[in-house]
Nanobody
Framework: QVQLVESGGGLVQAGGSLRLSCAAS????????MGWYHQAPGKQRDMVAT???????NYADSVKGRFTIYRDNAKNTMDLQMTSLKPEDTGVYYC??????????WGQGTQVTVSS
């Protein structure tokens, strides 16, 4: 089992920046594709960004050019740098780990609120 713990959420004004972090409990992290998901109030959970074990990244169209995903396999951590934040970025952000074809591991989520 891999435990994922997010941190870094908070309240920020539109146009501002936040950096989210995710810490994994086991070194198996290095072999997982990792990702960040966003769940806005009353909506489904959607992929924001993913990063493979080798560092290949993928972003949702809505965040391209504004968000950057990083990982540090030596530290078992993954970050999401968010800039030019918009009110629609508000919601809970979840760190997730993919094993095979399944997003198997999830953190508890961290709240991001962007005020207009």
């Amino acid at each position: 089992q891999v435990q994922l713990v997010e941190s870094g959420g908070g309240l920020v004004q539109a146009g501002g920046s936040l950096r989210l972090s995710c810490a994994a409990s086991r070194s198996i992290f290095t072999s997982l594709t990792m990702g960040w998901y966003h769940q806005a109030p009353g909506k489904q959970r959607d992929m924001v960004a993913t990063i493979t074990s080798s560092g290949s990244t993928n972003y949702a169209d809505s965040v391209k050019g504004r968000f950057t995903i990083y990982r540090d396999n030596a530290k078992n951590t993954m970050d999401l740098q968010m800039t030019s934040l918009k009110p629609e970025d508000t919601g809970v952000y979840y760190c997730a780990g993919k094993m095979g074809f399944t997003w198997r591991y999830w953190g508890q989520g961290t709240q991001v609120t962007v005020s207009s």
